[in-house]
Structure formats: structure tokens, C-alpha cells
């Protein structure tokens, strides 16, 4: 379940009204574009000035431009949750946003809580900065209309201190916040045990992260150490509980993206500034307490045919090739030009994030390798004969309710 283009178009020219709002100069459209590539050096390659973004330009540019881009990463993880059973049976979400900025995965949750019948979202935010809460505080009320049930407070302080709380919530959000921070590796895991701690019995965990190695790898090792720790299992993006089998190389990092481009009326001004004006990619953690009964995520799964895609599509002549990742590990799959078929079609329209379920016809069986998979060395070989499903992320394979 995806928000809906109109909507997210909707959405987007009122951030760009909001924005006008915190400074009129963003109006001028070279002026904002020129602002928004400024927070992107930052963000990229000056990260010692992070702190200082939150002048009158930066909050215009971060609202017209940043809010709508980033807006939606949190939809696919919560309607993975809900599609592995957790977040069911709610008539209202409490909702904790560590880092909450002006709001993107706040207002994300809202509108999935929304297409899900889910009116009222009582979000408590913590931001350390005063002026982007005090400019938090003036969007709210101008995105009412996409979130009515929407109940947004934000408050002062850091991360570790806001982690503290006692309260049980039904879902956490960490929106590309813990990059920023310079703890180790072990501290970053710590910090989310404790969090997850924090959960209700089938809530869930969210930590959206930059596409960027460096964060994204960060983020996988922080996830092979929560798995070693006790009453924690991870919803997605794995669809195994072995170590990160991306790891092992310096060169990979498992990052995701949606067929859905940007918002249109942000596209141009993605160009203007410089950036990927196609879709997005991000990297995610999603996580919850298995301290209360709930099935194992993983066992549910098919574990010898059932892939999460972490590549783009490699063409070259004759075949198209993806990298896999699922129980077998980082594996290679290849399909051959001549071996394109009905059954395996869709093989070649995943895109980085997809799971991919690889079966073979009733009937037939394969004595090389894992069932209903065929295996050549360490690369799968997708044959004419074998039946390829593909559900873009956030969404069901066939059969799944």
C-alpha cells in the first residue's frame, strides 16, 4: 500500500507554501535550489556543520524540498510490519520520533495510519534544536487536511535522554538521525535494544538511514549485533537471522528504493540544486521484541526460494543479473535473454528492495542444489522453465494476505 501520487503531489505544494512561510526568499526558485544543494554539501561532505542548519533558509529549503522527498521511506517498512503481523488491531498509534526534525516520518505514519483506517496518531517528538522546533510547531497546522488525527508534540532533547522514557509505544522512529551520532557501533546497538525494550508486544522499531555506504554499513553491523541479543528479531529488510552476508566485502551496502519518483512538483527543483530528481533510495531497520510469543519472523519463510533484491538490475549481453541476498546468503542470479518465459518474466522488473520468490513448475525437481532453486557454483541460473515472482518493497507476493 503506497501513498498515493495526487496525494503526495498535494502534499508537496504545500511544503513548498510552508516553506515561504518560514522565509519569503523561497520563492524565488534558484534562491531555494541554491539552499537546498547547500544542505546537501553539508549533509554529504561537510558533516562537521550539521548542527548549523537550522537558519531560516535551511528550515525553507528542508521544508519545501526535504520534508516531501523523505516523506514516504517510512511507509514500506510499516506496511512490511503489518504484513508479517504485527501493528494489527489498532484504532490509534502512539508514536515516539527521536530526531523528529520537521517532521517527515511523522507525517509518513500519519498518512499510512490513514489509508489503513487508523484516524488518531499521538506523535511525541524530540528535536534538540529550538528553531526547528519552533518551526515544527508552525507546519503542523498547515498539513491538517492530509492528517487530521495527527497529535504532534516536540520537545527538547538528545537522543540518549529521550530513550529513557518508561512509557510502552506502539511504534519508534529514528529518521535519518543515527548517522549523526558518534557512537560506536556497540553503543548505536545498545541504544535501540533499549528503545525496542520500549515497545508494546507487536510494535515495531523504524530506523531510516542515508543510501550512503558508510551509514547503510554502519547500519547492517548495528543489526547483526542486535540479533545477538536476547528477545530482539528483525522484521526487515532480512528475510534471514544468519550475519549480514553483505559484510563481508567493503565495496556492498544493502540500500533500497520505490518505483514511485519524486513528488513532481519537487523534480525540478532537485535538478535546479543538483540532486537525483528520480526516485529515492534509503537504507531501514526494522525491528521488534520477540519477548512475547510472537512467531519468528524468519521461519515463516519459504528459506530455500525467497530473496530480498539488493541490486539494481545488471544488463548486459544476453542476460540480466541481480544480487540476492536471503538464507543461501549474497548470491548472484542470472537469466539468460534465451530463457525469458511467462512463468519467469517478471524476474527482470525488480528493482533494489523487491523480495523475489524463485520457484520451479509442479512436477519438475532439481537434484544440484537447495529445492525448487537451481544452482551453478556460487550463481543461481534462472532456467525458462522456473517461476519467478516479484513484489516491489512494502508490498505482498501472490498468496500473501
Known amino acids: 500500500m503506497s501513498v498515493l501520487p495526487r496525494t503526495l503531489d498535494a502534499f508537496a505544494l504545500r511544503c513548498r507554501e510552508s516553506a515561504i512561510h518560514l522565509d519569503p526568499s523561497a520563492r524565488d526558485d534558484r534562491t531555494l ?9 553539508v549533509y554529504n561532505r561537510q558533516r562537521e556543520h550539521l548542527a548549523g542548519l537550522d537558519g531560516s533558509a535551511d528550515l525553507a529549503a528542508r521544508a519545501a524540498f526535504f520534508l516531501p522527498r523523505d516523506l514516504t521511506k517510512v511507509v514500506p517498512p510499516l506496511e512490511e510490519a503489518a504484513g508479517r503481523g504485527l501493528l494489527q488491531n489498532r484504532s490509534a498509534l502512539d508514536v515516539l520520533d527521536l530526531g523528529v526534525g520537521l517532521g517527515a516520518t511523522a507525517f509518513g ?6 489509508q489503513r483506517g ?26 491538517h487536511e492530509f492528517t487530521p488525527g495527527l497529535v504532534l508534540q516536540s520537545h527538547s532533547g538528545s537522543l540518549a535522554s529521550a530513550s529513557k522514557g518508561s512509557e510502552q509505544v506502539d511504534i519508534i522512529l529514528l529518521g535519518l538521525v543515527l548517522n549523526e551520532l558518534s557512537h560506536s557501533i556497540e553503543k548505536r546497538s545498545l541504544l535501540l535494544k533499549s528503545l525496542i525494550d ?21 547500519l547492517m553491523e548495528v543489526r547483526d549485533q542486535l540479533l545477538s541479543m536476547n528477545h530482539v528479531d528483525i522484521v526487515g529488510p532480512c528475510l534471514h537471522r544468519r550475519p549480514c552476508p553483505m559484510l563481508r566485502t567493503e565495496r556492498d551496502w544493502c540500500h533500497v528504493e520505490t518505483r514511485e519518483p519524486l513528488p513532481s512538483p519537487i523534480q525540478t527543483l532537485a535538478q535546479m540544486a543538483g540532486l537525483r530528481s528520480t526516485r529515492p533510495t534509503w537504507s531501514y531497520l526494522t525491528a521488534h521484541s520477540g519477548k512475547f510469543g510472537l512467531a519468528d519472523p524468519a521461519v515463516t519463510l519459504d528459506e530455500s526460494n525467497e530473496y530480498r533484491v539488493v541490486s539494481a538490475a545488471r544488463r548486459s549481453k544476453g542476460k540480466v543479473e541481480f544480487f540476492l541476498c536471503g538464507e543461501a546468503g549474497f548470491v548472484r542470479a542470472q537469466r539468460l535473454i534465451r530463457d525469458e518465459s511467462h512463468s519467469n518474466a517478471s524476474f527482470s522488473n525488480a528493482i533494489r528492495g523487491s523480495r523475489m520468490r524463485l520457484s520451479q513448475p509442479t512436477g519438475t525437481e532439481y537434484s544440484n542444489g537447495p529445492a525448487e532453486v537451481s544452482w551453478t557454483g556460487k550463481s543461481l541460473r534462472v532456467k525458462a522453465e522456473d517461476r519467478v515472482e516479484v513484489a516491489p518493497l512494502g508490498e505482498n507476493l501472490p498468496g500473501e494476505e
Open 118 to 143: 487508523i484516524h488518531s496518531v499521538t506523535v511525541e517528538g524530540f528535536e534538540k534544536s529550538e528553531r526547528t522546533r519552533r518551526a515544527l510547531r508552525q507546519l503542523v497546522p498547515m498539513f
Open 33 to 41: 535550489a541554491a539552499a537546498v544543494s547547500h544542505i546537501s554539501e
Open 198 to 218: 520500549r515497545l508494546r508486544p507487536d510494535g515495531v522499531l523504524i530506523v531510516i538511514e542515508p543510501a550512503h555506504r558508510a551509514a547503510s554499513r554502519a
Open 109 to 114: 505514519t500519519a498518512l499510512w495510519a490513514a
